[in-house]
């Protein structure tokens, strides 16, 4: 019974995965096309190619999105966690739960004429500094509902054991809820690098005016009205495998030092 | 330590982010809705309740509903997607698991404006599916697949699901492998030993993740814009509108603060259930 | 067990790290330099235009890109401007701009090559006399057909209510402004007309088109037209050369009530600190070569007479709209801010937007 049912579940993880990929074959696929069209396929050609390595505005603008997304995680990710036990360990409201829940529900183009207004008002110089301020605040909602999921029937007893045995508070964090939660926090993380890697209306909103603070998606949506070449396809093409071949490796050099 | 130190360190960095940068530049905006748009746009400081009075008109109360519906019957679907997938990963070996996970989310570093593209490549009349199944002998005449409410549900679903599989994946990964063998060696039945032991220790996942594809869809419009020819006006257009092309902050802000009391409001009602749901089953 | 999977999670996580070290340094990096900003949509000026201009004045410029007229609107009312030096925006939103004080009058005398427009381009009606924005582009909006499909289309009603075998067969341009105008010259009305009487048969007319559009589409439309999932779009001149630089059969034709007469335009941001640099940039945009280039390449006609005379004649061969004369095209009515008008007509929008 166990059997035959973890084998429907592994036929389910395939056809998933075959859900997820196949558009990204086809998004591949259409970086080899000819002409300079995102949806009509009309011939093979590797100019695309060529044309990305030469395109600095495109590379900048990856390099920039990298950066954004990198440091919002990162900094997203502290706080969220940090959040997310402090609120289930002690300081459970209503309204604390209505804050945190808030980025998440108010409207991208809300929150991002809201922050320019703000950084107007402060006199605050614009950049890729001012995205990841951004970023972070709708990162942070992420993050603390994904932890949260974890610490729900979280057992605290292992905690005021851990206390009792004379564990440091930073000990007992670092030693016994981190690698507890920690599952949740790498959720967490790929979420809100993946949600800020795409975002598009609060990065053109809070960006400094230049190509120095332009991000992919931003960059992407200004050539819609003159032709989303299949430069960007490429672009992605490289991204993914560049991933790929990280998370591949990663999981080898992974098996080879901590499976002993 | 003390306990109010504790708090401090825990809650104060990402409370303090959210309050300067959320709750103080939103407020501000929010007060909007109580003056008048100017001519040209930008705000005529004159106050006036009629903004609150025009958002209850059931024109905005019939598209959130209609978009509402469009954003719960993505989030079932990508439930019911996601939570055997997510099962299935945390069944592999632990040191496959990260890489399996990255793996769901890979996909979602392209961007998403060349993703829905090339949904649009695969779903068309002339396109891959059409394509295949008429190759196949399968239909004769292309399907209608695209720029409708079927092809903003399908790129809906496919660009929220791996944001569900984190999400369950976060509370399933916790469930000690031995209650689930207790309850098998106990001769609990399998589908038992799911519905018992398994489901209800990973509601807040579910509930989670289905919060997130419910946000994120209501509020998209590049799907239904692309994908659904334009012709189905999710609640996140009408607001952009209000702000961008109606150049009417005033009442996009009134909009908004509706939106979220609405929203709220599903969402404490979801966590009341999801808690008694967990608490219920994880009790009998 | 615990410290097996820890362990397990702690790779990628250091790379994670890293990588944040790195991205911190080469932002750290990234020191400002004093030049001037111009806001555009990508691909909409010569690529070594910002280059050749620095090369000519040694003014530094460098791009900033926008993807619709509203958002790089949004963005300057929301910010004062701050930041931009030149944007490139359509008339309605120049005026708009204007009207808010966002705008820097243009100082004449700064920009000589002014002289190489049209007299036409130095009327038009939402700045007569130029006084703040200068035109780089104009053209029509009408109807891009597949010519092997289908008979010449002659009317807005051809497109509002189609013939049988063009049912789920056409698009229609959804930006407010464009999709009310093929109404409203259906109608027999001004492009600029916000009584109820206009809007409400406005709406009757476009929720009943609503029916038997294959979709709305403002980007993609002359793909469709060239993968053959339409056979007819509402369109700007300018992108359905776009599908008849790829398929000869598509064909561009104004109907018979008429169109509107768009434009595009350069503004001066009102908080630019650098007003002279940014007239020497305007004024190096409306030299003679930088028109030919946005004709030959973008396939937009421009209001730029000593470019549109320099042009390839196989062009206009190829894509006769490009040579359609600037006393024919300001025979249209220009799209106008609406003013107090843009509240009932949002909600017309709106309204035929949400109908079923």
């Keep these: 019974m166990r059997d035959r049912s973890n084998m429907g579940l592994k036929l389910h993880l395939v056809l998933f995965y075959t859900f997820l990929y196949v558009p990204i074959l086809v998004l591949m696929a259409l970086s080899f096309n000819r002409a300079g069209l995102p949806t009509v396929w009309t011939g093979f050609s590797l100019e695309w190619y060529g044309k990305l390595f030469t395109a600095d505005p495109i590379l900048l603008a990856a390099r920039n999105t990298l950066i954004v997304a990198l440091i919002s995680t990162v900094l997203a990710t502290i706080f969220g966690t940090l959040l997310a036990v402090g609120v289930e360990t002690r300081h459970n409201s209503s309204v604390l739960d209505a804050v945190l829940f808030a980025p998440m529900i108010i409207p991208d183009i809300v929150l991002a004429i809201a922050l320019l207004s703000f950084f107007t008002l402060l006199n605050m110089t614009l950049g890729l500094h001012s995205i990841i301020l951004s970023h972070v605040v709708f990162n942070i909602a992420f993050v603390v509902a994904v932890v949260r999921t974890r610490m729900r029937n979280f057992d605290h007893s292992i905690l005021e054991a851990s206390a009792d045995l004379g564990a440091s508070e930073f000990t007992t964090f670092r030693r016994i809820l981190l690698p507890a939660i920690a599952p949740g926090v790498i959720a967490g993380a790929l979420l809100s690098f993946t949600l800020s890697v795409d975002e598009f209306i609060i990065a053109f909103f809070t960006a400094g005016a230049g190509q120095s603070s332009t991000t992919l998606p931003m960059q992407i949506y200004a050539m819609i009205r003159f032709g989303v070449t299949p430069e960007i396809n490429a672009m992605a093409t490289i991204v993914m495998f560049v991933s790929f071949t990280l998370v591949f490796f990663a999981q080898r050099t992974d098996k080879e030092v901590f499976s002993r | 330590m003390t306990n109010r130190l504790k708090s401090v360190i825990l809650l104060g960095p990402g409370l303090g982010w959210l309050a300067l940068l959320m709750v103080v530049p939103c407020g501000l905006i929010f007060t909007y809705a109580f003056f008048e748009r100017g001519i040209y746009g930008g705000i005529d400081h004159v106050f006036t309740f009629e903004n609150f009075v025009r958002a209850t008109d059931p024109l905005y109360l019939g598209i959130f509903l209609r978009s509402a519906k469009i954003a719960f019957l993505t989030t079932i679907i990508a439930i019911l997607i996601a939570y055997p997938a997510a099962y299935a990963i945390t069944l592999a070996p632990r040191r496959w698991q990260t890489g399996l996970l990255i793996l769901v989310i890979l996909p979602f570093w392209s961007n998403y404006l060349i993703r829905t593209y090339a949904w649009i490549v695969m779903l068309n009349r002339e396109g891959l599916i059409n394509n295949t199944l008429q190759g196949a002998g399968l239909i004769d005449e292309p399907l209608s697949l695209l720029y409708n409410n079927f092809a903003v549900i399908v790129g809906l679903v496919y660009n929220y699901t791996p944001f569900v599989v984190l999400a369950i994946y976060s509370s399933l990964n916790r469930i000690n492998v031995e209650t689930i063998e207790a309850s098998e060696d106990l001769g609990a039945p399998a589908w038992t030993t799911f519905h018992r032991v398994i489901l209800p220790q990973t509601v807040p996942g579910i509930a989670a993740g289905g919060v997130f594809v419910f946000v994120l869809s209501i509020g998209n419009f590049i799907t239904p814009d692309l994908l659904g020819g334009g012709r189905l006006q999710m609640v996140g257009n009408l607001i952009y509108d209000q702000f961008l092309s109606a150049r009417d902050w005033p009442f996009g802000a009134t909009l908004s603060m509706f939106l979220i009391a609405i929203m709220m409001g599903l969402l404490f009602a979801q966590a009341v259930l999801a808690n008694r749901a967990a608490g219920q089953r994880g009790q009998d | ?356």
């Design chain 3, 1 to 356: 067990m615990t410290n097996k999977f820890t362990n397990s999670f702690r790779l990628p996580f250091a790379w994670l790290t890293a990588g944040a070290a790195c991205a911190l340094s080469a932002f750290a990096g990234a020191a400002q330099a004093e030049k001037i900003v111009i806001s555009n949509w990508d691909g909409y000026m010569p690529p070594d235009l910002l280059e050749n201009f620095t090369m000519e004045t040694g003014i530094e410029a460098e791009l900033s890109v926008h993807g619709t007229n509203e958002e790089i609107m949004g963005k300057v009312v929301a910010g004062g401007g701050k930041g931009y030096d030149v944007l490139f925006v359509s008339s309605p939103f120049a005026e708009a701009l204007n009207n808010l004080g966002l705008v820097a009058a243009i100082d004449h005398d700064k920009v000589p090559n002014a002289s190489n427009l049209y007299d036409e381009a130095k009327e038009l009606a939402h700045d007569p006399g130029n006084n703040y924005s200068m035109p780089y582009a104009w053209g029509t909006t009408g109807l891009c057909y597949r010519s092997d499909l289908m008979p010449e289309p002659t009317s807005w009603n051809d497109l509002l209510k189609p013939s049988d075998d063009l049912k789920g067969k056409v698009t229609m341009l959804s930006t407010d402004r464009w999709l009310m105008g093929a109404a409203a010259l259906a109608l027999g009305k001004s492009l600029n007309d916000t009584s109820d009487e206009t809007l409400a048969a406005a709406k009757d007319l476009l929720v009943a088109a609503k029916q038997d559009l294959l979709a709305y589409d403002d980007a993609t439309f002359y793909l469709k037209l060239v993968s053959g999932e339409a056979t007819m779009v509402h369109a700007w001149d300018g992108w359905c050369n776009y599908g008849i630089g790829e398929n000869a059969d598509i064909k561009y034709t104004i109907p018979s009530e008429g169109s509107d007469l768009w434009v595009d335009a350069l503004v001066i941001a009102d908080a630019s600190e650098n007003k002279d640099a940014a007239h020497a940039f305007v004024n190096y945009v409306l030299g003679a070569d930088v028109g030919v280039w946005v004709a030959s390449n973008i396939l937009y006609k421009t209001p730029n007479k000593a470019a549109m005379e320099a042009l390839d004649p196989s062009l206009i061969e190829t894509f006769p709209n490009m040579g359609m004369s600037p006393a024919d095209l300001t025979k249209y009515e220009q799209l106008r801010d609406l003013g107090n008008g843009q509240k009932p007509f949002a909600r017309t929008v709106t309204e035929i937007m949400a109908a079923q």
